[in-house]
């Protein structure tokens, strides 16, 4: 649906050179939200900006809803897109209405009026259609911005930051916006900074700084970087070392340590391969091993670690649980 390969762009020429985004090779699946992550100045919005036909890349090729950019079918990519960029560039001294239908008209939807109806009601804009954009509010802006991008229903959805600036309730109506998105076979490239939301939304996320870093589920990154974990908590005067000796000898289980939880009381974290399965053997052969367990959590890092770790290999030590 969306793929690149050897993409590669360059700014000004000798010393002043910026090589913003180098040899990126990306594949987005058809219905996908994909999650595009980086520091600033990582080149994401460079990324997005030749994706969406702005610029030409220095090299590398690059095709959205399978069809090859710069082959003299780029107006064709632009109708099958919408991008929302990270300022919203509405026209300010116009209502929501007529901004929707300048839009809607631009791009030939064949029935302009419903369309943008639609996308007002959908985005909780209908009560203030005829009021001039000046006068909304960063989130309002936002969300008809959003309205803007969709109103010709392109199968293909750029989002650069939807919801940096805004406040937390206006990030979450954004947010339940583009997840009520999924399902309707909508190809989604999400950029943000905000991990969280990357986690929630996103079918798998890209870390990228100029050059593509790690592509996949968030868990499998999690997994990846850190491995899983489970806690065991023991009841008080267990003997976990002594338990943990014993996990330790069990084939298939990763290293054991010991650990102390709440109020010091005794525990184990043990790695795991397959909690699913693994962890119902863990409690089995302690119970064998007459140690009272008084539950089982997995342990957790943060997306924002996993980030990080990616971006850094910086070591993480803390983790919490879920
Ligand atoms: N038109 C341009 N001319 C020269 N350099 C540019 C241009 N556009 C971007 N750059 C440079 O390319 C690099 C990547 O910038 P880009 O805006 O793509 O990053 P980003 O990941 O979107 O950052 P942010 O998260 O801060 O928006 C930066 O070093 C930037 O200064």
Redesign the pocket.
Known sequence: MIRAEGLT?E??DGDAR?R??EGLELFVNEGEVFGFL????????????MLTTL?SPTSGRAWVDDIPLGSGRDGAVRARIGVLT?SPGLYERLTARRNLQIFAELYGCERPREQVEKYLKLLGLWDRRDSVVGTFSKGMKQKLAIARALVHEPPVLFL??PTSGLDPEASKTVRDFIDSLRGQGRTIFL?T?NLDEAERLCDRVAV?Q?RLIAVDTPGALRARVFGRRTRVQLAPGSDAPSLAAVLSAVPGLGPTETDVGPEGRPGLVVTVGEPESQNPLIVRTLVEHGADVEYVTELSHSMEEVYLRLLHGAPQEEVSAR
């Open positions: 762009k700014f000004g910026v913003a985004v980086g520091p600033n100045g990582a080149g994401k919005t460079t990324t997005v900006r610029i990270e650069d930051e950029c900074h990228f100029r």
